[in-house]
């Protein structure tokens, strides 16, 4: 069957035809394809067509598609059983990993999905402090969590409703939403409700809102604010961690959050998330604390060995730098080819992850973000797609690049793209 065919089939059966809402290429148009077989930095449609990919299955390819170390780690699980119910080997092996690549986990609990790890870090930060409040900041997506599905970028932004249906009032009044980079809005806040705030959460480095980073001395400023009122600072770390640095933006920006929420590359492509942080906190957590949390298949062992050998050839390879110069290539030769057509562009690159707003100005929040031109970007969307090269679905979503993408990949995507930006 074709895309379109097995789309057709697929809206009878699924509401919007898809199992997340972004995929089904609502804020670009069209309809999605459909993809059989990936490999290293390709998708290969039903239709017959490769398409370079820059989507990354939202993140967490980062060694490319189907990387035979880990296929064969998988493979090797699988030999003896899918699941046990019970501790195994992998959960220590991943968890010590863990703990020697992320700076400010002293102990790590594993889950099946990066909104399991923020939901989870939302609750011990309550249970541990005895507060109710937290704060989020407007275009930091933290997954589809009731508490944090206010002002949450990403995929809900892209449809228009940041504030889901199904979502009690008297939940959302526990949230309360701030401004990125919005320093002294901040410092009021805490001057005034302070010692009533549970938590903070934010992607320190916000992507899911297209790329945005924060001013020098803003993440500082908070950690510093957090620790004068006893409240627990949260990175999420879904889409940074083992992205940006081994041990995420903590490491590269030296800020030692309470608590971290990790996701994404941690799965090596299976279903996983986790969250960890200070001892003392992380005991909180039931057996030992007042705090619940549990999962049936949490610590799975093919989704361990997956994600042991992920982080492991991360550790073996130190991919960063190469990452950041194909970056860098992107990036200069999107930025080249704006300027040679007078249209003004933003964008924002660090190592492997690039985002574009078609905006004059650098984009520092949310408000920048939604008012930059989404036209330009759908048809700059369609034109890639056309050629061969596959950008999110979004203009709010980052582009990913992996250690599978060669130099010839990433050649014709930044032909593609200059192409893109002349004919658009
Ligand atoms: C993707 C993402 C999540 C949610 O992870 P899921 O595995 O989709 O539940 C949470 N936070 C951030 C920053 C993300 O990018």
Redesign the pocket.
């Known amino acids: 069957m074709t895309s379109e065919q097995l789309f057709q089939k697929a809206l009878k059966l699924m509401p919007g035809g898809v199992n997340s809402p972004v995929r089904a290429f609502r804020s670009v148009g069209g309809n999605p394809f459909f993809v059989s077989r990936a490999e290293g930095a390709s998708l290969y449609t039903v239709d017959g067509e490769e398409l370079v990919d820059f989507v990354c299955t939202?993140?967490p390819a980062i060694h490319g598609h189907n990387h035979p170390e880990i296929k064969k780690a998988i493979s090797i699980a699988l030999d003896n059983g899918t699941s046990f119910g019970t501790p195994n080997p992998y959960e220590v092996e991943m968890a010590e990993k863990i703990l020697s690549m992320v700076p400010s986990i002293e102990k790590v609990r594993m889950c099946n999905?990066?909104?399991?790890a923020?939901m989870s870090c939302i609750r011990l930060a309550r249970g541990f402090t005895k507060r109710d409040k937290i704060i989020k900041f407007s275009g930091c997506?933290?997954?589809?969590v009731d508490s944090l599905l206010i002002k949450a970028g990403s995929g809900a932004l892209t449809l228009g409703n940041p504030d889901s249906a199904g979502i009690p009032e008297s939940f959302a009044r526990e949230t309360i939403v701030l401004e990125l980079n919005n320093l002294a809005q901040l410092t009021e806040v805490f001057e005034k409700h302070g010692f009533e705030i549970a938590s903070v959460i934010l992607?320190p480095y916000p992507?899911?809102v297209g790329l945005i980073f924060p001013d020098t001395g803003f993440l500082r400023k908070l950690r510093e604010l957090c620790t004068n009122a006893g409240t627990l600072l949260i990175f999420?770390e879904?889409?940074t961690g083992f992205r940006v640095s081994p041990g995420g933006v903590q490491q590269r920006e030296n800020i030692t959050p309470d608590l971290t929420?990790l996701?994404?590359i941690i799965g090596g492509g299976l279903p996983v998330?986790a969250f960890g942080g200070k001892a003392d906190i992380m005991d909180y957590l039931a057996p030992l604390g007042p705090v619940y949390q549990a999962g049936t298949l949490s610590g799975n062992p093919l989704a361990m060995a997956a994600g042991i050998t992920g982080l492991r050839l991360l550790q073996e390879l130190n991919p960063y730098e190469q990452l950041n110069q194909l970056g860098v290539q992107i990036r200069d030769a999107l930025l080249s080819a704006a300027n040679k057509k007078g249209l003004p562009l933003q964008v924002p690159q660090i190592g492997s992850m690039f985002s574009m707003f078609f905006s004059e100005n650098p984009v520092r929040n949310y408000d920048d973000a939604i008012a930059s031109d989404t036209k330009l970007f759908q048809k700059l969307f369609r034109y890639c797609l056309k050629n061969g090269v596959y950008l999110p679905p979004s203009p709010f979503e980052t582009c990913f690049i992996s250690t599978a993408h060669k130099d010839s990949a990433i050649d014709k995507a930044c032909e593609v793209l200059q192409a893109g930006i002349a004919e658009i």
């Open positions: 939202w993140g999905s990066g909104t399991e923020t997506y933290h997954g589809h992607e992507a899911n999420d879904v889409m929420a996701g994404k998330g």
